[in-house]
C-alpha cells in the first residue's frame, strides 16, 4: 500500500496501516532485541524485567503513550534502565502483553482475567479491557461471584448490580466458596447490609463472618476489630436466647460482657431498645420472599348421565 505524499490517508489507507503495524510487531514479545524500554514489574522478591517497545505501547494505551512519548523522565530512561512498575504483578502484565503485542488471550480463568481487566482500565488499553471483560461474562459461579463483584465495584455499576443480585440469590453458595476469606472488608461489610439474602438463617452469615475474621485476622484479640463494622450489621434479634447464647461460648471472645448481657436481654424481652450502640436492631429475617403463586385445580366426580354430584376446590401454593 502506498499513500501519497502531502495527503492525509483515506480510511481504507488507514486500515492497511494498522493492520500492517498490527502484523509488524507480532512476534516482539517476550523476546526481541529490538527494545527501547524496559520496566521492573512487582513488589519485593516477587519482580520480572519485562522489555518492550515504546511505540507498540503507545499505540495501545493513550497512558502508555504520555508515559512514553511525552515529557516524563521515565519515558527518556535507557533501554536497560528500567521503569518501576509496582502496581501490578508480573503473571497479569505478561497476559495483557501478549496479548497487546501477538493478540493472544491466555487469562483464561476469572481470577486472571479479573487482574488484567483492572490493569487494562487503569492504563487505557481499551481491547484489551473488552477482551478481559468478555472472559469475566463467560463463567460466573459462586465461587467467582465476589471476586467479579469487586471487579465490577471499580468498574461497571451496571454490572455491579448484576452481579450483587447474583450474591443474593445464591448467598449460601457463595458463602461456602473458597472465595468468601479472600473477599475485601468492604464487600464482606455490604453483604452484611443486604436486606435480603438466600440463607436458611442468621447464624450461617455470622459463622461466615466469623471465618473471614480469623482468616484475615493477625490474632484472636484482633478478631472484634477485624470485623466490627459487619458484626453490627449481624441480625442477632433473629436468633433465639438460646442460639445466641450457643453463639457466645463458641466465640467467647468477640463480645464484651456488656454486650452479650443486652442483647441476651433485647432478644428474651422482645425489645430492639435493650441492643448495644450501634448493634442491628432489625427483627426481620433476611430470607427473600418469593411472590406466591396459587394454582386453582378442580376436579368433579361424574354421576351416570353426567350429572354434577361433588365439586371441590383444591388450591395448592406453590414458591
Request: aromatic letters at 10%; charged letters at 30%.
Amino acid at each position: 500500500m502506498t499513500a501519497t505524499f502531502g495527503k492525509m490517508p483515506s480510511s481504507s489507507e488507514k486500515s492497511e496501516l494498522t493492520d500492517e503495524f498490527e502484523t509488524l510487531h507480532q512476534g516482539l514479545y517476550p523476546e526481541s532485541d529490538s527494545y527501547d524500554c524496559s520496566f521492573r514489574v512487582g513488589k519485593g522478591d516477587d519482580t520480572q524485567i519485562f522489555r518492550c517497545h515504546k511505540l507498540v505501547l503507545a499505540a495501545k494505551s493513550k497512558a502508555f503513550a504520555k508515559m512514553l512519548m511525552g515529557y516524563y523522565r521515565k519515558g527518556h530512561l535507557g533501554r536497560d534502565e528500567p521503569i518501576a512498575f509496582d502496581d501490578c504483578n508480573p503473571i497479569t502484565f505478561d497476559l495483557a502483553m501478549r496479548f497487546v503485542y501477538n493478540n493472544v488471550q491466555e487469562f483464561s480463568t476469572v481470577p486472571l482475567a479479573c487482574d488484567v481487566c483492572k490493569f487494562a482500565h487503569k492504563w487505557l488499553f481499551p481491547e484489551l479491557k473488552q477482551a478481559a471483560l468478555n472472559a469475566v461474562r463467560k463463567t460466573k459461579t459462586d465461587a467467582d461471584a465476589l471476586m467479579v463483584y469487586e471487579m465490577h465495584t471499580l468498574l461497571f455499576e451496571r454490572e455491579r448490580k448484576q452481579c450483587k443480585k447474583f450474591i443474593v440469590d445464591n448467598t449460601e453458595a457463595v458463602l461456602n466458596s473458597d472465595s468468601w476469606i479472600k473477599a475485601q472488608q468492604s464487600t464482606i461489610v455490604e453483604i452484611c447490609k443486604e436486606p435480603v439474602l438466600s440463607l436458611s438463617s442468621e447464624k450461617q452469615l455470622f459463622d461466615a463472618l466469623v471465618l473471614w475474621g480469623k482468616a484475615n485476622s493477625d490474632s484472636d484479640s484482633n478478631l472484634r476489630l477485624k470485623i466490627d463494622s459487619a458484626l453490627k450489621e449481624i441480625r442477632f434479634l433473629t436468633m433465639s436466647v438460646r442460639g445466641f447464647t450457643e453463639l457466645c461460648k463458641s466465640n467467647p471472645e468477640i463480645w464484651s460482657g456488656d454486650e452479650k448481657f443486652l442483647i441476651l436481654s433485647s432478644i428474651a424481652n422482645d425489645d430492639p431498645s435493650d441492643m448495644p450502640p450501634g448493634f442491628n436492631k432489625l427483627e426481620k429475617e433476611r430470607k427473600p420472599i418469593y411472590p406466591l403463586k396459587y394454582c386453582y385445580n378442580p376436579y368433579t366426580n361424574m354421576r351416570e348421565g353426567g350429572v354434577k354430584a361433588n365439586r371441590k376446590m383444591n388450591f395448592s401454593f406453590k414458591y
